[in-house]
């Protein structure tokens, strides 16, 4: 009997350890609370994106969305000039957009959905040049509908930029948070 019960225990133990261990390594965390900015940011600086594309507003766009982002979920104050003021700058860069056709319409012959990517370069730097955060290589698709009845059509590449630029802003916001 006695061996049975030690048997038992020597199950038990090695059972909740393993559950504690697989709870360890499980890689959850909460999101915007593992800030990896040093504590002397206090403000931010987002001037303009540099836009080397011909797609009209788009660095405005991006702009606009990261600033938004910024501001709805964080504490740090925002600044449009790099300034004295601020204690770190980003700088984004629009590297390149393109559009291309996805699906057709089967019966015209017609595009039926677009493709649009948007690729930037950012670098947020502290006031010293120090850089706490890169990525040389974002890349965003979006995809939209295009209209086949020609009297009500819409042009829906502005939207999609839109939306693409507040999925950027949030992944940008979050992986400096995160430190990734």
């Given at each position: 009997m006695k061996r049975r019960a030690g048997w038992l225990l020597g199950l038990l133990t090695l059972g909740l350890a393993g559950a504690g261990l697989a709870n360890l390594g499980c890689g959850y965390h909460t999101a915007g609370h593992a800030v990896q900015l040093p504590e002397n940011v206090k403000t931010i600086a987002v001037p303009t994106f540099k836009n080397e594309t011909?797609?009209?507003?788009?660095?405005?766009?991006?702009?606009?969305?990261?600033?938004?982002?910024?501001?709805?979920?964080t504490h740090y104050h925002m600044l449009n000039d790099p300034g004295d003021d601020a204690d770190a700058t980003l700088h984004g860069t629009v590297l390149s957009t393109a559009s291309s056709p996805l699906t057709y319409d089967t019966t015209s012959g017609r595009t039926a959905s677009v493709l649009v990517v948007v690729s930037?370069?950012?670098?947020?730097?502290?006031?010293?040049?120090?850089?706490?955060?890169?990525?040389?290589?974002?890349?965003?698709?979006?995809?939209?509908?295009?209209?086949?009845?020609?009297?009500?059509?819409?042009?829906?590449?502005?939207?999609?930029?839109?939306?693409?630029?507040?999925?950027?802003?949030?992944?940008?916001?979050?992986?400096?948070?995160?430190?990734?």
């Amino acid at each position: 009997m006695k061996r049975r019960a030690g048997w038992l225990l020597g199950l038990l133990t090695l059972g909740l350890a393993g559950a504690g261990l697989a709870n360890l390594g499980c890689g959850y965390h909460t999101a915007g609370h593992a800030v990896q900015l040093p504590e002397n940011v206090k403000t931010i600086a987002v001037p303009t994106f540099k836009n080397e594309t011909m797609t009209y507003r788009i660095d405005q766009m991006l702009t606009a969305a990261v600033v938004r982002e910024f501001t709805t979920r964080t504490h740090y104050h925002m600044l449009n000039d790099p300034g004295d003021d601020a204690d770190a700058t980003l700088h984004g860069t629009v590297l390149s957009t393109a559009s291309s056709p996805l699906t057709y319409d089967t019966t015209s012959g017609r595009t039926a959905s677009v493709l649009v990517v948007v690729s930037m370069r950012v670098v947020l730097s502290d006031r010293n040049g120090k850089v706490l955060y890169q990525n040389p290589a974002y890349v965003f698709r979006e995809q939209y509908e295009v209209s086949q009845d020609l009297a009500s059509f819409f042009e829906e590449d502005s939207p999609a930029f839109r939306r693409l630029s507040q999925d950027f802003a949030r992944t940008l916001v979050s992986n400096i948070l995160e430190g990734f």
